[in-house]
């Protein structure tokens, strides 16, 4: 989608530093960090969230979660732990409309709401 912001940096329009890059996924720092590691793993496909995945996306959610694995195993938080966040629409907080999921770690992060 021409107006998703990303679509755009995942596609490479908008340049940006890539953790991790292939055909179907790209995972960058998030921008406005809440944790010492904070790495959106994005597929390249345009979905708005996880409330519009059907059946044919299962593969490319279970190869997310890999990425977000090894990411972890290459940053050095796999040991002490890591917290794997997708927020889906409004309640989540959810700002940006293409599916992501933040891989966070590398302090203590607390209980959840
Ligand atoms: P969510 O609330 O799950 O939609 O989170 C969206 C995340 O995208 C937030 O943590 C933002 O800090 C992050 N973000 C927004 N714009 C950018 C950008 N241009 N590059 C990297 N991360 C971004
Ligand atoms: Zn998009």
């Known amino acids: 989608m021409d107006n998703c912001l990303f679509c755009r940096i995942s596609n490479g329009e908008i340049p940006t530093k890539f953790e991790y890059e292939d055909d179907e996924i790209a995972a960058f720092a998030d921008i406005n960090p809440k944790a010492p590691v904070h790495i959106l793993i994005v597929p ?7 409330a519009e995945v059907t059946d044919e996306d299962t593969e490319l959610l279970g190869k ?50």
Not at 44 to 50: A, E, F, G, R
Not at 78 to 107: C, E, M, P, S
């Open 44 to 50: 390249k496909k345009h979905i708005p969230s996880i």
């Open 64 to 113: 997310m979660i890999m990425v977000a694995k090894k990411l972890a195993e290459v940053k050095g938080i796999a040991n002490t732990g890591y917290r794997l966040v997708f927020n889906t629409r409004k309640h989540a907080g959810q700002i940006v409309d293409h599916i992501h999921l933040h891989l966070l770690g590398g302090k203590v992060l607390g209980s959840m709401a």
